[in-house]
């Protein structure tokens, strides 16, 4: 157990998933910038003869531009003209088109990226998405300054929020709200004070997601962990409530997406309702999910606070053990 409990606990962290996620993204998008692109097409969609085949590309600015080609069934076996082989700065170029089974493998690549459709005559036999290198380095852009834009956002509605609340506290409201949810508190965070602060920001932040507020809800949170962070005896590992917390906000159950409904309204839908009933159920048994998950690996000890305060302090005194080494060897 002294190994598979670091170890799990390595491969189960967050910034561990998030480089194998970033390792594998990138090793696809190589794959996929140097191996051409292979389209299926039933052999029955060809004729003898001349056939017209049309690929339809969307670039990244959602510039659609439509290419035709000709390819010649003759004795079974579909040929490819020398000009359409060439290859083009938008143009896609065809590579081969090789007969198998009941079908032909038409290969082909192009140096843009974004959607693209497979036509023969009018009917669309095949489409997907073309990636390439360019693609990456491009969305990293783009959803840098999507972040950055968020986090600037996020500033305004966390000073508006925070200012409620401060109101709400001076008023008395939020410990009365506190108060009414403490059988629950205790439940969830049985190691928490009864009349600590960290209290009522949690109700604020759980009231806030039931109502689908998300504006509000990321405030509170972050107001809640730092208040539970103040009672957290080892601050370098979470505690059981901060676990628990980011699980709760991480299920995300809402009576009311309001969120979901904007984007719905926004995409054209005639009833962006309809889809409450669903969202709750599936909002619900993923927060009972979450909470399950908290309370039963609590218990197991290669996840208890325990272990991990025990590792952190190995780690520590293996790091001052290898300094104090080094600053030996250094003086003599």
Not at 38 to 62: H, M, P, W
Not at 92 to 103: D, K, N
């Amino acid at each position: 157990m002294k190994v598979v409990g670091p170890l799990l606990r390595y491969v189960l962290n967050i910034n561990t998933i998030w480089g194998a996620m970033i390792v594998i993204s990138f090793l696809l998008c190589v794959v996929q910038h140097y191996l051409p692109t292979t389209t299926t097409i039933g052999a029955a969609r060809f004729c003898e003869g001349a056939n017209a085949v049309t690929i339809r590309v969307t670039d990244s600015k959602k510039q659609t531009q439509s290419f035709i080609y000709t390819l010649n069934l003759r004795a079974g076996e579909l040929l490819i003209a020398d000009a359409d082989r060439g290859t083009g700065n938008d143009r896609p170029w065809l590579i081969s088109a090789a007969h198998v089974g009941s079908a032909f493998l038409l290969k082909w690549d192009t140096s843009v990226y974004g959607t693209y459709e497979v036509l023969i005559g009018d009917a669309v036999v095949a489409q997907g998405r073309l990636v390439t290198l360019q693609s990456l380095t491009d969305a990293a852009f783009d959803y840098a300054k999507s972040g950055f834009e968020v986090a600037l956002g996020l500033v305004a509605s966390m000073v508006l929020f925070l200012g409620l609340m401060k109101v709400g506290e001076a008023a008395g409201i939020v410990q009365l709200v506190a108060r009414l949810f403490h059988p629950l508190m205790r439940l969830l965070f049985p190691d928490l004070p009864r009349d600590h602060p960290a209290s009522g920001a949690i109700v604020m932040n759980m009231a806030t997601g039931l109502l689908g507020l998300s504006n509000a809800v990321t405030p509170f949170g972050l107001k809640a962990m730092q208040e539970l962070q103040s009672l957290n005896p080892n601050p370098k590992v979470a505690s059981d409530s901060e676990v628990m917390l980011l699980g709760y906000n991480t299920a995300g159950f809402a009576l009311l997406s309001t969120t979901l409904l904007a984007l719905r309204k926004s995409a054209g839908c005639t009833d962006p309702f309809e889809v409450i009933g669903t969202v709750m159920v599936a909002g619900a048994i993923s927060t009972v999910a979450a909470i399950v998950a908290v309370k039963l690996l609590g218990k197991l000890r290669v996840f208890s606070r325990q272990a991990a305060v025990a590792e952190q302090q190995r780690e520590e005194a293996a790091a001052a053990g290898a300094a104090g080494n080094a600053g030996g060897g250094a003086n003599r």
